[in-house]
């Protein structure tokens, strides 16, 4: 159940990410691994400047934190394949 409720929460980080940026999804494929590298980047980049751990915030913060590392990664993502905005 873990990893199922990983996979609904990247979809849903990527999917607001790309709101965000580009004001459309990018696809449910995309979003979902959008989401959960931002996830990871938004965690890595946190943790090393405020301590913060997934698992001792609530969801909403969790969430703040994954959506900006999916923005960070979103746009890494439009500048290497040639996107624009």
């Given at each position: 159940?873990?990893?199922?409720?990983?996979?609904i929460?990247?979809?849903?980080?990527?999917?607001?990410?790309?709101?965000?940026?580009?004001?459309?999804?990018?696809?449910?494929?995309?979003?979902t691994?959008?989401?959960?590298?931002?996830?990871?980047?938004?965690?890595?980049?946190f943790?090393h400047?405020?301590g913060?751990?997934?698992?001792?915030?609530?969801?909403?913060?969790s969430m703040?934190?994954?959506?900006?590392?999916?923005?960070?990664?979103?746009?890494t993502?439009?500048?290497?394949?040639?996107r624009?905005?």
């Amino acid at each position: 159940m873990d990893i199922l409720g990983w996979i609904i929460f990247g979809a849903l980080t990527g999917w607001l990410a790309s709101k965000i940026v580009t004001r459309r999804g990018e696809g449910c494929m995309v979003n979902t691994a959008l989401g959960l590298a931002g996830a990871l980047v938004g965690g890595f980049i946190f943790r090393h400047l405020t301590g913060f751990e997934y698992g001792d915030a609530n969801f909403f913060v969790s969430m703040f934190v994954a959506v900006i590392g999916a923005v960070l990664v979103l746009y890494t993502y439009h500048a290497i394949s040639g996107r624009t905005r």
